[in-house]
């Protein structure tokens, strides 16, 4: 993770497609500015940066589902829970659901589990729409080799 | 069991927190109920599930830009309520 450039998903690690499934590996930073103010002599990731990593889990979901065709915007938030702190160093499992796939949205329900215990999760709804721009498509492509999307995915348009 | 109109006007008065007396059929989601895209996403996840469909809200986006409808033809309840039993009907 490269929490500030908002790199939160390190590698995907299972993607199911046909099951509306996806597991990515998130590990967070010994060292960031992030932490000299949340909080000093306290480091733990910020609530917001959970929810920011279970929505780009979700978001290659979606993503991956549409066969990279369009891009999906974060909308809303639901029923988001911190359950434990998270600390420099530790590697997180981040899994995100298929919970429906609309018409110009999509929802899932996202977790995060850290040495076995979910410390946070919630339910995030996308707006999906065409992609804005090319350059953030070529971006997102890009991306989408770092952190593993298969092979037939990164063809597929 | 409830009808089509029942269902959404209820999904509608739960979702985005308006009197249920102030909704009737000829009432316009937006112009009248003041339903903003974000609510209205609420509302088309609830319909979706209850009716076990998918509103082609794309679709009908399109149309009203494209200017072959006006917004009546979708967000007028009465009308919401018969492409969605439309819907229902073609997934039968």
Redesign the interface.
Known sequence: MRLEYFQMVDRITALDLPGGRIVTACQVPEQSPVFEGHFPGYPILPGVLMIETMAQTGGWLVLATLGRTKMPFL??VEKAKMRSFVAPGQAMEVEARLL??????A?VKASITVAGKKVSDAEL?F?VVPFPNETLKAAMLETARRVGLPEDLLHAE | MATTYETVSGIISDTCDIEPDKITPDSHAINDLGIDS?DF??V??AI??AFGI??????W?QDVNAGTVTTDEYFVLKNLCTNIDKLVAAKA
């Open positions: 909308m809303q429906h796939e609309g018409s110009g949205y929802v709804r707006g | 974000l996403l609420d088309a996840f979706d599930k998918k509103m082609p809200l794309e679709q986006t």
